[in-house]
């Protein structure tokens, strides 16, 4: 497809923000919103891969 998408990378126990290319992690104060919405993002995304890990493990075992 030739798509470029933007990815970081969020550290869960220090909740630090990890670019490419970037040494340095970013820290973002854990009271402001954007962090909320990175936080969002990765335990939703981590939600769904369990449960389509979860369905395809129940169809194997049919």
Not at 10 to 38: Q, W
């Given at each position: 497809?030739?798509?470029?998408?933007?990815?970081?990378?969020?550290?869960?126990?220090?909740?630090?923000?990890?670019?490419?290319?970037?040494?340095?992690?970013?820290?973002?104060?854990?009271?402001?919103?954007?962090?909320?919405?990175?936080?969002?993002?990765r335990d939703?995304?981590?939600?769904?891969?369990?449960?389509?890990?979860?369905?395809?493990?129940?169809?194997q075992?049919?």
């Amino acid at each position: 497809l030739g798509l470029k998408l933007p990815c970081i990378s969020l550290a869960k126990e220090n909740e630090e923000v990890y670019l490419p290319k970037i040494k340095n992690p970013i820290i973002i104060p854990k009271h402001k919103e954007s962090l909320k919405i990175l936080q969002y993002a990765r335990d939703e995304t981590h939600r769904f891969g369990v449960a389509y890990n979860r369905t395809i493990r129940k169809n194997q075992i049919k």
